[in-house]
């Protein structure tokens, strides 16, 4: 480790709804939180133009000014807000411990509590049309994304316990779902396919992979490949389900804090505490179930309720305001 720059009581990593609303109760609290930001400042949201499921916003709003007015609403309770990566930790395993993380492979900060709202990343194919079209018809999240494309054709790539899911969700608002496996089979759970082949309107092409999204600004149809035969075929569609699985951004705490087997950090019950005093996880970093950005915002206020408790079993703060609300 570095040279050590300050000691914090909170540090919160990573800068989406999770983080930022980790920061609202934890400045409010005056744990005079710092937060980095991360290579993505913003989080997921920042990758979508519409946002039309977070409760307050009437008329929707856009990613990124969504996420520009949570950071504005950390910060007028006095949180700092830093562009940084947080590159590597040495967490305490002892309660009252003193927790190290070196920011952009460089200094070293002390803290307290840390609160991971790291998030997750959504896996795509990777091919050039698809990166394109990302926003014009592109997207991993059925959930969010599903209801813009109300009584029209789309598709979806994937073959587990997800993919079958958004694809039964999308069969209840879009007039027709492709779904492309790859293999000969899904992955997804007897139950799940089962629901799928009960839906008339998901049509599941086996052995089939993706060769083109087709469309120029917007996804105008798919260009399907059978992985057996070489056989190409287009369909018309107008939007393009990516289900392929998330990848929780948890790398730098591997080895420290417990996680399953895809790196979805594991909480104690309710709570958002992790398996080392002092440590919560909030947001997609550890919850592979909603991903949302209302369920993340949930558990990053609840990360920092957790920290400010803990603060005060130590005897780090005075009170905390938790227990104000018998909470
Ligand atoms: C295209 C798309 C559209 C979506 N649309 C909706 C929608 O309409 N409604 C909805 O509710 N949800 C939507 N979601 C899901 C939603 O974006 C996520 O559930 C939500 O953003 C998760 O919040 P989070 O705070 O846990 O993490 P994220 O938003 O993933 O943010 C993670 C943060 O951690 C930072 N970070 C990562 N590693 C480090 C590190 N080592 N050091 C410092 N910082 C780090 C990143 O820079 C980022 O700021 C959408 C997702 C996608 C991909």
């Known amino acids: 480790m570095s040279e050590t720059i300050e000691r914090l009581k909170t540090l919160i990593i990573g800068s ?19 937060m ?16 039309d499921n977070f409760p307050g916003y009437p008329e929707g709003i856009d990613g990124p000014t969504m996420m520009v007015q949570l950071q504005q609403q950390a910060e007028r309770f006095g949180t700092e807000v830093r562009i940084g990566m947080v590159t590597a930790c040495e967490l305490s395993t002892e309660v009252g411990g003193i927790h190290k993380v070196t920011v952009d492979s460089g200094k070293t900060i002390e803290a307290e509590t840390v609160i991971i709202s790291t998030g997750a990343t959504a896996k795509y194919l990777g091919i050039p049309s698809e990166q394109r079209l ?27 316990d997800t993919a079958a899911e958004e694809a039964s969700y999308l069969a209840n608002i879009c007039n027709k779902v492709t779904m492309l496996v790859r293999k000969d089979h899904m992955r997804a759970s007897k139950a799940m396919q089962h629901r799928v082949n009960s839906l008339k309107n998901i049509e599941v092409r086996y052995n ?24 190409k075929e287009d369909i018309e569609i107008t939007g393009l389900f990516i289900a392929i699985g998330h990848k929780p951004n948890t790398d730098i705490f591997k080895g420290q804090l417990d996680m399953d087997e895809t790196g979805y950090l594991i909480t104690e019950g309710k709570s958002t505490k992790t398996n080392l005093p002092g440590v919560f996880a909030s947001g997609d970093a550890q919850d592979k179930e909603y991903r949302q950005a209302v369920t993340a915002a949930g558990t990053g206020c609840m990360a920092a309720l957790d920290a400010e408790r803990y603060l005060a079993s130590i005897g780090s703060v005075e009170e905390a305001v938790a227990d104000n609300y018998n909470l």
């Open 16 to 34: 989406g709804p999770a983080g930022y609303t980790a920061a609202i109760y934890a400045a409010r609290a005056d744990l005079k939180p710092v």
């Open 36 to 51: 980095y930001t991360g290579m993505e400042p913003g989080g997921q949201l920042t990758t979508t133009t519409e946002v």
């Open 134 to 160: 990302r926003g014009g018809g592109v997207s991993a999240c059925a959930v969010c994304d599903g209801f813009f494309y109300k009584g029209q054709d789309v598709a979806i790539v994937g073959a587990g």
């Open 208 to 231: 089939t992979e993706v060769d083109e999204v087709l469309g120029d600004q917007v996804v105008e149809g798919l260009r399907m490949v059978n992985n057996k035969t070489g056989k």
